[in-house]
């Protein structure tokens, strides 16, 4: 089975901070995708960043990047110069053609 | 650009009663459509995917269906709706070509069910 875990339900920061979230996924595949979604209060699911299994380099957009590590079956998402606007809940997911995802991480920006 | 719609945005319906969720995907030609639950506080689930008219896979048993009677619309139905069934459902798309596995999806606004 495929499963999808992120162990941190809740986190906050400070605006302009840095912050890390962590998933961890498990699966036999060789070829798959990983992505991190936010899901504001308006409860609309935003694409954050995706990451392709067979490329190396670490996906960035922004102040969003990842750190992924394919042995360790690690993809964690990092919020640099973090903004009140970034406050959400953060989904990992994992899959080809349907997305298993993770339980989510609540962010909180503080002032 | 693409757009998806969903319609309604929130729907409350006695116990009982049928259901009709409608998806419907602009911009776009032959996508994956999904459709997803998310249950209070929780991750989402997926219902049903489909790869092209007509067919529909279906991931978890339930009370519920899934159907594509065009190449850009997915309706999710219910004959009787549980208690159970609420929840905030999200429809998704992603481009596809003939069943090819594709990758980043793109979701609707959700609709807010709540079964009394």
């Known amino acids: 089975a495929q499963t999808v875990t992120q162990s941190q339900p809740e986190m906050s920061v400070q605006e302009a901070e840095t912050v890390t979230l962590s998933c961890t996924y498990d699966t036999s595949e060789s070829n798959y995708y990983l992505f991190w979604y936010k899901q504001p209060p308006s409860r609309q699911m935003i694409l954050v960043i995706r990451?392709?299994?067979?490329?190396?380099q670490n996906a960035t957009e922004n102040r969003f990047s990842v750190n992924f590590q394919k042995a360790a079956k690690s993809f964690s998402l990092k919020i640099s110069d973090s903004q009140l606007g970034d406050t959400a809940m953060y989904f990992c997911a994992f899959g080809g053609y349907a997305l298993n995802f993770g339980k989510g991480t609540s962010l909180l920006v503080t002032p | 650009s693409q757009t998806i719609h969903q319609w309604p945005a929130t729907l409350v319906q006695p116990v009982g009663s049928p259901l009709s969720l409608e998806c419907t995907v602009e911009?776009?030609?032959?996508?994956?459509l999904y459709w997803y639950r998310q249950a209070a506080g929780r991750g989402l689930q997926l219902l049903f995917y489909?790869?092209?008219?007509?067919?529909i896979s279906s991931e978890v048993p339930q009370n519920l269906s899934a159907s594509r009677p065009q190449d850009r619309q997915f309706i999710l139905s219910s004959k009787k709706l549980l208690l159970s069934d609420s929840g905030f459902y999200l429809c998704a798309w992603s481009p596809g070509v003939a069943g090819v596995v594709s990758e980043t999806q793109y979701f609707g606004p959700g609709t807010r069910l709540l079964v009394l």
């Open positions: 911009g776009t030609s032959n996508p994956n």
């Open positions: 990451q392709e299994a067979y490329k190396q």
């Open positions: 489909s790869v092209g008219i007509g067919q």
